[in-house]
Every structure is written in C-alpha cells, then in structure tokens.
C-alpha cells in the first residue's frame, strides 16, 4: 500500500458526479433516446425506398408509368442530409459538454497508463468518474448489485475483473462501473467535412453496386464480340424464334447431356461438329441475357466426351468449340443466341456459392432429373461413382523382381503368396460393393440429392457440388440464322 501511495504514476479515481453533471447526462441520455428513435425512423423508410426499388427492378417487363425518379433521387438527397444533421447534433452535444466542463475548470482525467490500449475508450462521464470499457460482448448486459443505496444512476462492481484481470500489467485499474439505463456513447471522431450533395452524383454508391447483376468471376474476364460481329445481330424483339419440333426435325440428334443434343446419325450434316445447345433459362439463370454474350450453366455430372464414342466428327473439330446455341425465349419458342466454345475447364462451386448463388427451384429441378426412373446409364453411373465409391486396394504387391528371374528368395515367393491372397479378398469386396452400390443408387430420391447439396464437403454420403460451365460467344452467323428462317418459312408454307 505504501508504495503505490508513493508511486508517481497518476491513478484512476472514483468521484460522485455534482448534480449539475448528473441532470446535464440524464439530459443526454434522453436525447441520444430521442435522436436514435428518428435515426430508425429514417432506416425503417430508407428500408422501404429500397424496398420498392427492389421491386420496380423486378417488375421491368413492364415498368410503372407514375415512377418519377428525380423525385425519387430528391428524396434520398433529404434523407441523407436529415442523417448528417443528427450526426452533427450528437457531436455538437458531446463536444459542448465537453467545452462546458472545461471552461468551468472540470475536465475530464485522462487515461490512466496502468489501462490496456483496448481499454481506453473514453466516455461521456466527467469529473473522475473513471468510468471502465467492457469489452464489446458485455455492452449489453446487466451489472451486480448497487454497492449504495444513491439514486440513479447505479454504482456496482465489475463482475469481469478477474476474468481480464490477466490482460492489466502495469498497475491497478478502478473496477468501479458506473450502469445507466442506456449505453453510454463513445465521443464521435472529429467532425468531417460537410458534404455536398450535388444532382449528377449516385446518393448511396453502395446500394447501386449491389445491384449490379452477379455473373462468374471468369465471365467477367471474356472480351465482347467485335463490334462488326455485333452489328449483325437483329433487335432481339424482332429476332425470329423457333419451335422445338423445327430445330428438332431440322438437325435432329439424341440428348447427350442436360441442354446439349448430338447428332448421331450417319452421312452429311448441317452442323460441322455435330452438336448444338436447347436451353431452358427458367432452370439455367446464368446463360447469357442476349444474343452475343456470354454466360454459364450448371451441372451435377458430365457425360464422356460424344467424339469417343462416335466416330464420324471431322478431322480437327470436337464437340465443345462452335457450337450454335438456342435459348428459349417464351413458351415453345427457341431464338439463336450465337456459336459458343468452353474456353476454360469447369470449376465446381463452393458450399457458399450454392447456397447463395444457387435457387432453390434449380436445386430441385436438377434433383429431380437425377432421381428420375428410368435414367440414363451414364447418370447412374456417376451417382453411384460419387455417394458410394469403389474401395481402394489396401493389400500387398509383390516384390520387386531380381535381376535372376530364374531364382526366388523365400521372402519373395512368401509375399507373393500374400498378393494372391490380397487380391482374392479385394475381389470378393467388390463383388459385395457392386451388389450393394447398385442397390443403394437405385434408391436414390429428389430428397437425398437435395440433402447433398447442403451437406459438409466432410459428410458420409459426401456433399454434392454443382460444376460451371463456361460459355463463352466466339460468333454470331448470320448465314445460319437466315437459313433457319428460310427452313421455318417453308415449313409453315407447306401447312
């Protein structure tokens, strides 16, 4: 006790407030009250302004008539001005107190050194009061009991001064806090520059980006069509579409994967690589939003490559670069968006991007098509591949052959023995995974699938991830497109 009565360095000491201090808070408290009640005011009709914004965008098929936006920008300029005039209040409260203090000779004891940096959050009390910073999850909470039977506001002892005791090392610290009945507020930062609202300017920046449509990193890295490509592109509400049946009857094929047909049939075809896209927008959200541009589609499996199976592809073509695509456009009728190549290798989504990027009502539609009976082999295929994986080799291998074949040490003929045996035991697993893999693939449910896409990429069944496969425009044909018109022409002609 005597030497830290001799020490010359300045403590923390707990005064009473003088009554004048006590009302001049209390004055504070209920108009911080105040000012926070019209700051939710205004974010509950900022909310709303958002709200309906959100709404017109949805709705811009057939935009409202009434919709004034200089109005609209009018509006967000006041609100934003009406927010810096309670920040200004709020400081100039706390900075007034402040200068009233110190003209009357009652400032406010600086930070004690024997504080950690993270516990010198100044606050709004003065005259000594010393009141102590709790840490950010204890803001909330109640206190202990009053140590004294004064009126409010309540003295009691800080219940966390063992627990953080450990963080203090260089001298005592007042564990007396003071408790009101709403949090004291840390003094505002110096006061910034006022800002000038001008009408060419965005009012809230962060809102507009936040709109800006989400597409794959690796779209935003492609390069438009050139622009004399470009030019060749009719208005896409005057574009002709076409029917499933025509394109069907015209080039005609097997489905190879989701949204991908190959054309198997022997002799000439008016596709040089043989294949072409039909694809549903209402289950593919990311394909591209006009003729020209680019986009993505998802994918649980992929099918094998339609060239190794097939053997009637030209020389240097392939079945994944050119390709024409036909995006359905209204109900029944398809529109050429262009020929497009996948430029890069898939990338499988993370669990985030699924549940965040990913609609649930094409979680369901692929789901779906996965649990479908009958299905294709190739899916069957790789769902058992996937949620039920053949068991790994875990046995002996036989021993490195010596340069003498005609001798064998007893080691080498002993290990063989155990290979032969080894190998015999994997067989009969296999035999018994087979038997079982089938049987639990054939069971596989819409529900099962659905689960696997919000499962842990740790869970057993493992997680299924989506793949992206990128997409990107290398040519819009303006030969073809008008060959198909003429085909379509003909065809309702002859009706």
């Not at 930070?111 to 959050?121: D, E, F, K, L, Q």
């Not at 003071?178 to 840390?186: F, G, K, M, N, W």
């Not at 074949?405 to 080691?411: F, G, L």
């Not at 896409?453 to 008008?482: G, I, Q």
Request: a negative charge; glycine letters at 6%.
């Amino acid at each position: 006790m005597n030497n830290l009565q001799g020490s010359s360095t300045p403590h923390q000491v707990s005064a009473p407030l003088s009554p004048y201090l006590e009302a001049r808070v209390l004055n504070l408290e209920e108009a911080h009250g105040d000012l926070r009640g019209e700051v939710d005011t205004l974010r509950d009709l900022y909310h709303s302004l958002c709200n309906s914004f959100g709404k017109d965008q949805t709705a811009r098929a057939s935009p409202p008539q009434d919709l004034n936006l200089d109005k609209s920008r009018q509006s967000a300029m006041q609100f934003k001005q009406e927010l810096e005039r309670l920040s200004r209040e709020v400081r100039g409260s706390v900075n007034g107190d402040a200068d009233e203090q110190k003209a009357s000779g009652r400032n406010t004891p600086k930070t004690n050194g024997s504080v950690p940096p993270h516990m010198r959050a100044a606050s709004i009390t003065s005259h000594g009061s010393g009141q102590k910073s709790l840490p950010p999850h204890l803001r909330g909470g109640k206190q202990s009991s009053a140590v004294n039977g004064n009126a409010a506001p309540k003295l009691s002892v800080d219940a966390t001064k063992h627990q953080y005791e450990p963080l203090i090392t260089d001298g005592p610290v007042d564990t007396i806090v003071r408790q009101t009945t709403v949090p004291a507020a840390a003094p505002s930062p110096p006061l910034s520059p006022t800002t000038t609202v001008q009408g060419d300017v965005p009012v809230v920046e962060a809102e507009a980006l936040s709109l800006k449509e989400w597409k794959p990193c690796y779209l935003t890295t492609l390069e438009s069509l050139p622009a004399d490509v470009r030019t060749k592109i009719p208005a896409q509400q005057n574009m002709a579409t076409f029917t499933f049946d025509m394109l069907q009857n015209t080039f005609g094929g097997i489905a190879w994967s989701p949204g991908l047909r190959y054309i198997n049939s022997p002799g000439a075809c008016l596709l040089k690589n043989r294949t072409y896209y039909m694809l549903d927008p209402m289950h593919e959200p990311y394909l591209p939003k006009s003729p020209g541009e680019h986009g993505a589609k998802l994918t649980a499996f992929f099918n094998k490559a339609p060239e190794e199976k097939f053997d009637n592809l030209p020389e240097g073509t392939n079945s994944y670069t050119d390709v024409p695509m036909f995006v359905q456009v209204s109900q029944g009728r398809y529109a050429y968006f262009g020929n497009y190549s996948q430029t890069r290798w898939s990338d499988k989504l993370d669990n985030d991007t699924m549940r965040a990027r990913v609609p649930q009502h094409v979680k369901e539609h692929i789901a779906k098509d996965l649990a479908a009976t009958p299905r294709e082999d190739w899916v069957t295929r790789e769902l058992k591949k996937h949620f039920f994986p053949k068991p790994e080799y875990e046995g002996a291998i036989l021993a490195p052959t010596s340069d003498d074949t005609t001798t064998h040490t007893v080691d080498e003929e002993k290990q063989n023995r155990q290979v032969a045996s080894d190998i015999k035991d994997y067989i009969q697993e296999l035999a018994e995974w087979e038997r079982e893999a089938n049987m639990k693939t054939a069971m596989i449910k819409t529900d099962f699938v659905l689960n696997a896409f919000d499962a842990a990429d740790a869970d057993d069944p493992p997680a299924l991830r989506l793949w992206w496969e990128y997409l990107e425009c290398v040519d819009w044909k303006l030969d073809f497109y008008n060959m198909l018109v003429g085909f379509q022409a003909r065809a309702n002609n002859t009706k």
